[in-house]
């Protein structure tokens, strides 16, 4: 794997917009990649998935059918949806397999979630105002 095609996002400065059970989750996941607990950290990279989808998505019924909808409604773009579909599949591994990803594509993988959690809930914040230019007088 290789990374995603979006920019790494800061990791703290978002984080308060998350639904609390969200928030919470990413921030447990976040700690288990840091200490590369593999297996456990894409498990819940799945769980984030699936938490993100029905909130976000109440009217599908599936991880794929939460893809896809937010793909239909332009929140995320195909290449992420790849993304976020392999998150899936290397979290059910993980869950019925006890099957882990290596430490480079686990990374990659948090990025895409981080990226999509931005996407739903990071940009709902208010637009800071540009600052007015001081005048010399």
């Given at each position: 794997m290789t990374s995603p095609p979006f920019p790494?996002?800061?990791?703290?400065?978002?984080h308060h917009h998350l639904p609390p059970p969200i928030r919470t989750l990413l921030e447990q996941v976040q700690e288990a990649v840091k200490h590369r607990l593999n297996i456990l950290s894409v498990a819940g990279l799945r769980m984030l998935v699936e938490a993100a989808g029905k909130t976000e998505a109440p009217e599908a019924s599936s991880l794929r059918g939460y893809l896809e909808a937010f793909l239909r409604r332009g929140l995320i773009g195909r290449r992420l949806q790849v993304w976020l579909l392999a998150v899936v599949e290397h979290g059910n591994k993980a869950i019925h397999e006890s099957v882990a990803v290596q430490d480079e594509d686990l990374d990659a993988l948090l990025l895409s979630v981080e990226h999509l959690l931005q996407e739903l809930y990071g940009l709902q914040a208010a637009v800071p105002p540009c600052p007015r230019r001081s005048t010399i007088s």
């Open positions: 790494i996002p800061s990791r703290h400065t978002w």
